[in-house]
C-alpha cells in the first residue's frame, strides 16, 4: 500500500513524499483509515515506528477539509517538551502545502511568546499537560471547539505524574470528539482512563507491548562499575559508532560523562532536566545535524528524541524500571533501519538486567570485552571494605548469669590456698 491509497489529503501526500517516504510503515497502514473514519482508536506500538505520523497525517486531513479558525479544532498532548517540539516539526514538514496553523507550547520556557502565538488563533494546538493548564487557567486558549484528541505516550505520562493533568484537560474538551490513544504499554490506569474517556475504541496492536523492535541488536557487556567510562570510551572508538546516544539514570553523571568525553576529543553534549530549554533545543538540533556525535540523556529524554540515523543506543547505567529500556532502546532502528543497543551492566546491576530479560522474553547476548572484565584488579581495589565484626551485645535475660559467674569466680578465689614459700623472707 501506498500513501496515496489511504486517502489522505493530496498536499499531504505530496509533503510526505518530499519527505522522502512513499510506503506507510505498518501502525501507519493500520491506525490511518481508522482515524480518518472518525473512531476512537488505541493504538499500542513502540517509538520507532511511525506512529507520530500515524496519527498526525489523519488530524491535518481533517483540518484540510474546514476553514482555519481562531480555536484550535485538533489538539495533541504528550508528556515531553523534546517531543512536543519534534511533532511540531513534523506539523511544519506534512502541513508546508496547506494553510493551517499549529502552536507548541510547553514549560521552561516564558509565556509570553506562546500567548502572541495563541491570539492570532491556531488549528492545531500540541502542548505539554502543565503548561496546558496554566493558559487555560489564564483564559488564553479555549478548547471548546476541539473536535479531535490524542494522547501521545499515554503510559509515560502516567510514570511521569501527569495523569490528574490529563484528566483536567480532558475535562475541558467537549464531551462529543474522536479520542486517538497512542501508548507503547497499556498499564491498568491507562486502560482505564480509555475506558471512561473514549467510544468503543477500536484496538491495534502493531507489536507484542513492551518489546523491542525486531531490528535491535542487543547486547550486554558484563564490567566493574568502576571501569564503565574507560569502558564506554573504548566503545565509541570502535568503527560503525557513529551518532551515539548514551542514557545515565543521574543527571550529575551525564554532566560527568560530557567532561571525561570531551577531554577524549568527542563531540558530545547532555541533555536532561538541569538543562534549560534553550540548551536541551541546541543539542538535539547539533545531535541531529551531526555537529556532535554523542548526546548523553537521563530517562526524562527517553521518549523525547526523534532522530534519525541513531546508530546505536548506549545503556551507561541500567534503568530501575525494565520498560524504560524498550523506550531508550527505540532511539535507534527508526522507520526500519537497524540499530544496536549496548548495555554495560556491573554485578551491582544484576536484579535490573534480570527485570529487562524478563520483559523482552529472551536472555540477552552477554559479550565480556577482556580488559574491561568485571573479574578484574579494578574491580578488587574498587570493592567496598567489609567492616570488622562488632563484639556481641549481652542480652538483658542472659546479664543476670554473667554476674552470678563473676561472683562465685570471685568467692573461690579467695579461698584459694596460697602456695608454700611463696612469701619472700626479709633480707
Known amino acids: 500500500m501506498t500513501f496515496d491509497e489511504l486517502g489522505l489529503h493530496p498536499a499531504l501526500v505530496r509533503a510526505v513524499r518530499d519527505a522522502g517516504y ?11 483509515p481508522i482515524a480518518l473514519d472518525g473512531k476512537d482508536l488505541i493504538a499500542c506500538a513502540q517509538t520507532g515506528t511511525g506512529k507520530t505520523a500515524a496519527f498526525l497525517l489523519p488530524l491535518l486531513h481533517r483540518l484540510a477539509a474546514g476553514q482555519p479558525g481562531q480555536h484550535p479544532r485538533a489538539l495533541i498532548v504528550t508528556p515531553t517538551r523534546e517531543l512536543a517540539a519534534q511533532i ?20 521552561g520556557v516564558g509565556m509570553e511568546s506562546q500567548t502572541r502565538r495563541l491570539r492570532r488563533g491556531v488549528d492545531l494546538l500540541v502542548a505539554t499537560p502543565g503548561r496546558l493548564l496554566d493558559h487555560l487557567g489564564r483564559k488564553q486558549v479555549h478548547l471548546g471547539h476541539t473536535d479531535v484528541v490524542v494522547l501521545d505516550e499515554a ?13 483536567r484537560v480532558l475535562r475541558t474538551l467537549p464531551a462529543k470528539r474522536q479520542n486517538l490513544f497512542f501508548s507503547a504499554t497499556m498499564p491498568k490506569e491507562i486502560e482505564d482512563l480509555i475506558r471512561r474517556t473514549a467510544d468503543t475504541p477500536t484496538l491495534v496492536e502493531v507489536t507484542r507491548r513492551a518489546t523491542p523492535v525486531d531490528a535491535i541488536t542487543q547486547t550486554v557487556h558484563p564490567v566493574a562499575m568502576a571501569r ?4 564506554l570510551l573504548w566503545l565509541l572508538q570502535q568503527p560503525g559508532m557513529r551518532q551515539t546516544l548514551v542514557f545515565t539514570r543521574t543527571k550529575a553523571r551525564a554532566d560527568q560523562l560530557v567532561r571525561r568525553l570531551t577531554r577524549s576529543g568527542r563531540r558530545v553534549a547532555a541533555i536532561h532536566g538541569n538543562k534549560s530549554q534553550n540548551a536541551r533545543t541546541r543539542a538535539l538540533r547539533d545531535f541531529r545535524v551531526g555537529r556532535i556525535d554523542t548526546l548523553i540523556a537521563t530517562d526524562i529524554a527517553a521518549r523525547g528524541i526523534d532522530v534519525d540515523g541513531i546508530s546505536h543506543v548506549v545503556n551507561f547505567d541500567l534503568p530501575n524500571v525494565a520498560e524504560d529500556y524498550v523506550h531508550r532502546i527505540g532511539r535507534t532502528a527508526r522507520a526500519g533501519s537497524s540499530g544496536s543497543a549496548i548495555s554495560l551492566a556491573a554485578p551491582e546491576e544484576r536484579s535490573q538486567l534480570a527485570a529487562i530479560e524478563r520483559l523482552v522474553g529472551k536472555a540477552i547476548t552477554r559479550k565480556t570485552i577482556a580488559d574491561f572484565s568485571t573479574v578484574t584488579e579494578a574491580t578488587d581495589s574498587h570493592r567496598t571494605p567489609t567492616r570488622p565484626e562488632r563484639p556481641r551485645q549481652i542480652q538483658p535475660q542472659e546479664r543476670s548469669t554473667h554476674a552470678t559467674k563473676r561472683a562465685s569466680a570471685r568467692k573461690n578465689h579467695k579461698r584459694r590456698p596460697r602456695p608454700q614459700g611463696s612469701r619472700q623472707s626479709a633480707a
Request: charged content about 30%.
Open 155 to 167: 503510559d509515560r505520562m502516567l510514570d511521569m505524574g501527569f495523569l490528574p493533568d490529563v484528566r
Open 88 to 107: 511540531g516539526d513534523m506539523a511544519t514538514r506534512y502541513g508546508a502545502h496547506l494553510r493551517r496553523r499549529h502552536a507548541v507550547i510547553f514549560g
Open 228 to 231: 564503565k567510562k574507560d569502558l
Open 22 to 32: 512513499s510506503t506507510p510503515t505498518p501502525v501507519q497502514e493500520r491506525t490511518i
